[in-house]
């Protein structure tokens, strides 16, 4: 059985001329956390783009769960099990914090068609109801249902995000920067969710903040200049001379810790 969730080879990406990624390859074995880093520019996003759809790659092949297939559109995220958080949360005011969550459950399911979601069959909505109930209690965010986005706290904005992206029952969960604009009881609380998730999928996530990599992730990939420079364990590629001079501009290691974590 193959274990790998998701797998690319060779992924490159080009921008009016403008090499964004050259001969990019990253595997996410299944039940596993692999940090996607790099100072800013590295190509993350891009490669986060790629994935789902939103960008064409010049060259690269994908393969999800031992298939290999072209790179999927946005509409087959869903279907494919793959799902994704943003950077901001981005939730919809004019719907309830469980109609924002129920929203996750299908592309169809937009916040111009509230009537739709309301006006479903009874045991639709009920199904729909409980999945994203379900979601909300595993971040942590059960005693939100009757809230509304207005009254969260940022913190708890957040949770709720991840509900919905959590709501489709993915395999493959990409998160972008999840624990940016949070305080450090909220970081260490968001890593013992992740633990918990790689349980349930595989996930990729591109985070600036190097201690919380350390904490959650089973392997790190490092990016530079649109360049896989590293991969390993944190620990095998904080020593990385590549990546040094990546963080720091220089390879002297008397100040990696201020960097890159002790």
Request: proline share 4%; net charge neutral; with cysteine.
């Amino acid at each position: 059985m193959n274990s790998s969730q998701l797998a690319l080879s060779n992924l490159s990406v080009s921008f009016g001329g403008v090499k964004a990624l050259t001969d990019v390859s990253l595997t996410v074995p299944k039940n596993s956390v692999v940090g996607l880093i790099g100072p800013n520019g590295a190509g993350k996003t891009t490669v986060f783009n790629c994935i789902s759809g939103l960008v064409k790659s010049d060259s690269g092949s994908f393969e999800f769960d031992g298939v290999k297939r072209a790179f999927p559109k946005p509409h087959e995220l869903v279907g494919l099990g793959i799902t994704r958080t943003l950077q901001g949360v981005g939730l919809f005011n004019d719907l309830s914090v469980l109609q924002n969550v129920m929203v996750g459950a299908d592309k169809k399911y937009r916040p111009n068609f509230v009537k739709e979601i309301l006006g479903l069959s009874g045991k639709t909505e009920a199904n729909l109801v409980r999945r994203a109930e379900e979601a909300l209690a595993w971040v942590g965010g059960a005693s939100l249902i009757g809230r509304e986005p207005s009254e969260l706290s940022y913190p708890d904005s957040k949770r709720v995000a991840l509900a919905r992206a959590l709501v489709t029952n993915p395999t493959l969960l990409m998160l972008d920067e999840p624990a940016a604009g949070l305080g450090q009881d909220d970081i260490d609380s968001l890593a013992v969710l992740i633990r918990q998730l790689k349980k349930r999928c595989a996930i990729l996530i591109v985070e600036h903040h190097v201690d919380f990599v350390r904490e959650i992730s089973d392997s790190v990939s490092v990016l530079n200049f649109g360049k896989l420079i590293a991969s390993g364990t944190y620990d095998e590629v904080k020593q990385n001379p590549a990546v040094i001079e990546a963080y720091l501009g220089h390879s002297d290691k008397s100040d990696e810790n201020s960097k890159l974590g002790a």
